[in-house]
T-cell receptor, first 111, second 115 residues
Framework: DAKTTQPNSMESNEEEPVHLPCNHS???????IHWYRQLPSQGPEYVIH???SNVNNRMASLAIAEDRKSSTLILHRATLRDAAVYYC????????????FGKGTKLSVKP | EAGVVQSPRYKIIEKKQPVAFWCNPI?????LYWYRQNLGQGPELLIR????????DSQLPKDRFSAERLKGVDSTLKIQPAELGDSAVYLC?????????????FGPGTRLLVL
């Protein structure tokens, strides 16, 4: 299974944008890029996913590099509730494989 | 719509005792996953079901762990006997179809402490 590399931790100020990077240099053509986050004492929750084009939803935006070897999760205005561990995961496009979680990036949001 | 339900939420047992965790996935979700999450780590897949069939149990320690998914709905994960190193959060997740493109929906987890 393809692996991802994320910074261990990041800090942000409340109401400012946050850019969470992820490197996935061994991504294959059919791998989807998924982002999940895990709030303290909760199970992970889905944030966003994409294949090639940039994606937007009510929670965040996903910017995917043209060569797909990296991506960035963008939180447009961080709130205290966004403090969590963010996981960048590659999921195979077919029925093969599973989502392999790394350690993720722990995001702290300062008021 | 109800989410993934897990019980119990917390369990404290002594080593060598058996323990079981129960999961009720989202209605209509054919794929069910059990994960284990150690402190400070991401979740690790233990087993994945497609309906009632275990299609990936390569990471399940089969000497002490067992799982079943009767009628392709609810699932139970059992540990017998438990060891100190089994202390972790056990997460259940479900999705409408096999992984890769589909969103997985996670339950709140069962926090197990083995003394």
């Amino acid at each position: 299974d393809a692996k991802t590399t994320q910074p261990n931790s990041m800090e942000s100020n409340e109401e400012e944008p946050v850019h969470l990077p992820c490197n996935h240099s061994t991504i294959s053509g059919t791998d989807y890029i998924h982002w999940y986050r895990q709030l303290p004492s909760q199970g992970p929750e889905y944030v966003i996913h994409g294949l090639t084009s940039n994606v937007n939803n009510r929670m965040a935006s996903l910017a995917i590099a043209e060569d797909r070897k990296s991506s960035t999760l963008i939180l447009h205005r961080a709130t205290l509730r966004d403090a969590a561990v963010y996981y960048c995961i590659l999921g195979l496009g077919g029925s093969q494989g599973n989502l392999i979680f790394g350690k993720g990036t722990k995001l702290s949001v300062k008021p | 719509e109800a989410g993934v339900v897990q019980s119990p939420r917390y369990k404290i047992i002594e080593k060598k005792q058996p323990v079981a965790f129960w999961c009720n996935p989202i209605s209509g979700h054919n794929t069910l996953y059990w994960y284990r999450q150690n402190l400070g780590q991401g979740p690790e897949l233990l087993i994945r079901y497609e309906n009632e069939e275990a299609v990936d149990d390569s990471q399940l320690p089969k000497d002490r762990f067992s799982a079943e998914r009767l009628k392709g709905v609810d699932s139970t994960l059992k540990i017998q006997p438990a060891e100190l190193g089994d202390s972790a959060v056990y997460l259940c997740a479900s999705s409408p179809s096999p992984p890769g493109r589909e969103t997985q929906y996670f339950g709140p987890g069962t926090r197990l402490l083995v003394l």
